[in-house]
């Protein structure tokens, strides 16, 4: 069973503790949420640097209609569609990692990201016709816009695994997104943020607790175990 995830409710109690202020008089609730989510920001930057996959989704072009970070939005929307080149990710895409082809008969047809300023990809946009999908490259330009050449001939449905967005924690049960054990970071962040406002220079202590939890964190945990390769040698 995974382990419960901290609300705003209990992030605020822990901030305020360690503020020796637990009724609210010089930091307001409003604040310290405030100072919790750039914390929250700051730990999910050091944990997505690990590239173990903590916070990735996949999403498929036939889930439909969803609502994500409040927006509306039809998945439909980046299925690859007959003489198409541009389409719009999802609201909370922050890095694209794989794109699989889910349409029977063309799982095989791969993406390979590229730079659409090179000379291959140049010449792949600049075809008229819509060919047949054996291949295709792909850039990200701004933060939704996905560029794909050349042109399909035909749809295909596809399933997209991206690191998302986090999203703002503003209810009092919102939960923390970063994984379990660094709530004491986020916390020790939140704090030192909110000394900065009181003039504090203690806050470097906390700025510095925080870093010691990340960097246990990161030393101790090993997200997946894997083999351990093994070098065979012929003795005489």
């Known amino acids: 069973m995974a382990a419960p995830r901290k609300t705003v409710t209990e992030l605020l109690l822990d901030v305020r503790t360690n503020l020796d202020e637990n009724t609210a008089s010089f930091w307001t609730d409003t604040q310290l949420i405030a100072y919790i989510n750039q914390a929250q920001e700051m730990v999910w930057s050091r944990v997505k640097s690990l590239k173990d996959d903590y916070f990735d989704v996949q999403r498929s072009s036939t889930d439909g209609s969803v609502t994500i970070l409040g927006e509306s939005y039809d998945t439909s929307g980046f299925a690859i569609a007959a003489s198409t080149t541009s389409y719009t990710l999802p609201p909370d895409m922050d890095e694209l990692k794989l794109i699989e082809v889910l349409t029977t008969g063309y799982e095989h047809v791969r993406f390979t990201f590229a730079d659409m300023t090179a000379p291959t990809f140049r010449a792949a946009l600049a075809q008229v016709d819509a060919q047949e999908p054996t291949g295709f490259l792909c850039d990200l330009i701004g933060e939704r816009t996905w560029i794909v050449a ?87």
Not at 157 to 163: F, P, R, S
Not at 165 to 177: E, K, N
Not at 199 to 206: A, D, G, K, Q, V
Not at 218 to 226: D, E, L
């Open 150 to 236: 050349p042109k399909a001939n035909r749809a295909l449905d596809l399933k997209l695994t991206y690191t998302p967005i986090l999203g703002t924690l503003t209810a009092t049960t919102d939960t923390l997104q970063v994984p379990n054990p660094l709530w004491l970071a986020v916390v020790d962040y939140a704090k030192a943020r909110a000394q900065r406002k009181d003039r504090e220079p203690s806050f470097l202590m906390w700025e510095q607790a925080a870093e010691g939890h990340l960097a246990r964190f990161f030393a101790s945990h090993a997200r997946q175990t894997q083999d351990v390769e093994v070098a065979e040698g012929l003795f005489c």
